[in-house]
């Protein structure tokens, strides 16, 4: 299948050009003004839309058991959803259970993911400690592709990874060349406050945000940073969602440490009011983690973008139907956390951050994909457009409008926290390795279509680590 994206303007992280691509299987094979069309190939008309890489999410939990439930978006649906909205591929997470041995865990998310209709990895989440964890850790490194282990500083009696976990994983991870990510809050102060909130009688949704102060993530960012700058180990911070964690980020990297940080479109634009809305169900759906923020912290987070203190952007996509909600209707603790957004990440973050002039287009594509194709090592062959990358394509109509809403989303979610919005500047072709997956407004995906990709280690870096030198980091990483 070859195809011939004729007219059109590339952007990349680094430059905007007017070009021509051409695709033959799943590769760019060529990028250049005026081309002229192979034989047989399906020529699509780029006229006045922008040429830009598919985006990469790095944060989804597709089916994830979770909280006495499974998300209800699945692999599929999920993935279908995603190219929708010009995401080709996504980074989910393998979450052993306390003392489930980490093998075991990683090949049954990889049998779950098989359906994907695009291209995904997964981050390992190290969820308990001992020799055996600490080998599956160099097996997967070293046999499956995996350079990025996730660790959950919430979640006490269930996933949370305290101080011991750790230190232990983030020495091997070094050791290793692979990066470490963390889910920051302080899954102790967390558990103490929720039990306050319950004895006060506050049993709603109101009591999750007040559960999870801005402190509780500060701390907890701030301690694994610093966990991580002992033990000489890249951090990356996912869903930073408040000022607090942006500074400690900050902080670091202004001192040369080697940490990234993450925001999820979510947190970008959507306040803590929700909270106070007086239907419980329409509460209950914006409760995830950490909790959506006062207004002041989006401004602070927009800034961490425009400064490059926060790479990537991503959504945290864990879908739960209200039914499922429901589950905590009596006990604010025991609604599953989590919210959807992989359909719409790109179409908000261009019309909130192009569209306000926040963002160029080459930093939009930086944040959407190419950041995060550097940072977890899988760059040039994802996030850019060039001959040799994989042919993971947006066609991307900056006139193009559309209004959000549950009811007419591809995400298997009944409910969608941007309800609502018109978004202007759209995808109106994704093409995922190679073949047309999303054409005005229709879904052409095929189940299982998605391929696994593997994530090499930043082995050389710690090599030269090793005999001191730190000029052979993971790649810089660009705004
Ligand atoms: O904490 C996470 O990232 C997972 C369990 C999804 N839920 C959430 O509230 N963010
Ligand atoms: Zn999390
Ligand atoms: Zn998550």
């Known amino acids: 299948m070859s195809l011939h994206i004729k007219g059109g303007t590339v952007v990349t992280a680094e430059k905007s050009v007017r070009a021509d691509v051409i695709t033959d299987g799943g590769s760019i094979v060529a990028v250049g003004e005026a081309l002229e069309t192979p034989g047989g190939a399906q020529v699509i008309d780029a006229g006045g839309c922008y040429v830009m890489p598919g985006g990469i999410d790095p944060h989804t939990h597709m089916e994830l058991p979770f909280m006495g439930t499974v998300a209800s978006e699945d692999f599929f649906t999920g993935t279908t959803a995603g190219v929708a909205g010009g995401t080709t591929m996504i980074i989910d997470f393998v979450i052993p259970g306390p003392q489930q041995d980490i093998m075991e865990a990683y090949h049954t998310w990889r049998g779950w993911a098989e359906k994907s209709a695009a291209d995904y990895s997964f981050h390992v989440a190290i969820t308990w400690w001992d020799e055996t964890v600490k080998k599956a850790m160099q097996t997967l490194t070293e046999d499956y592709g995996v350079n990025s282990f996730k660790h959950f500083m919430a979640y006490k009696g269930a996933i949370m990874a305290d101080d011991e976990i750790l230190v232990n994983s983030f020495n091997q991870a070094r050791e290793l060349g692979a990066i470490c990510t963390v889910h920051a809050e302080n899954g102790e102060l967390v558990f103490h406050l929720q039990q306050e909130m319950l004895k006060k009688g506050i049993t709603g949704p109101e009591g999750h945000p007040l559960s999870r102060p801005p402190a509780v993530e500060g701390e907890a960012a701030d301690r694994a940073i610093r966990i991580a700058q002992v033990l000489d180990v890249p951090l990356y911070v996912v869903h930073t969602s408040c000022e607090d964690a942006l500074k400690a980020i900050t902080r670091a990297r202004h001192e040369g440490q080697r940490v990234f940080g993450e925001v999820l479109a979510g947190h970008l634009l959507v306040d803590d009011s929700v909270y106070r809305n007086p239907d419980p169900d329409f509460a209950a759906h914006h409760v995830m983690s950490p909790p959506f923020r006062p207004k002041h912290h ?5 800034r961490g973008l425009q400064s490059g203190m926060l790479q990537t952007t991503a959504t945290d996509h864990c879908c739960f139907c209200t039914p499922q909600k429901q589950a905590g209707k009596d006990n604010f603790t025991l609604i599953p956390n989590g919210t959807g957004g992989v359909e719409d ?12 002039g926040r963002l160029t287009m080459n930093e939009f594509v930086a944040i959407t ?5 550097k940072i977890f090592n899988i760059y040039p062959r994802k996030g850019t457009v060039e001959v040799g990358a994989d042919a993971d394509l947006v066609v991307w109509d900056p006139e193009k409008e559309r209004t959000i809403s549950k009811d007419t989303h591809h995400q298997n979610i009944d409910f969608n926290i941007f309800e609502g919005m018109t978004v202007k500047g759209i995808n109106v ?19 299982g279509a998605g391929r696994y990709i593997n994530r090499p280690t930043f082995a050389p870096y710690y090599d030269a680590m090793k005999i001191g030198h730190k000029n052979n980091a993971p790649t810089a990483v660009s705004r």
């Not at 989006?298 to 927009?302: G, K, S, Y």
């Open 298 to 302: 989006q401004e602070a987070l927009w």
């Open 429 to 447: 072709v994704t093409v995922s390795q190679g073949n047309v997956v999303y054409k005005d407004g229709e879904v052409k995906t095929i189940r």
């Open 345 to 356: 990440r790109m179409h908000v973050l261009w019309t909130h951050g192009v569209g306000t």
């Open 369 to 373: 994909s190419a950041n995060a194709a």
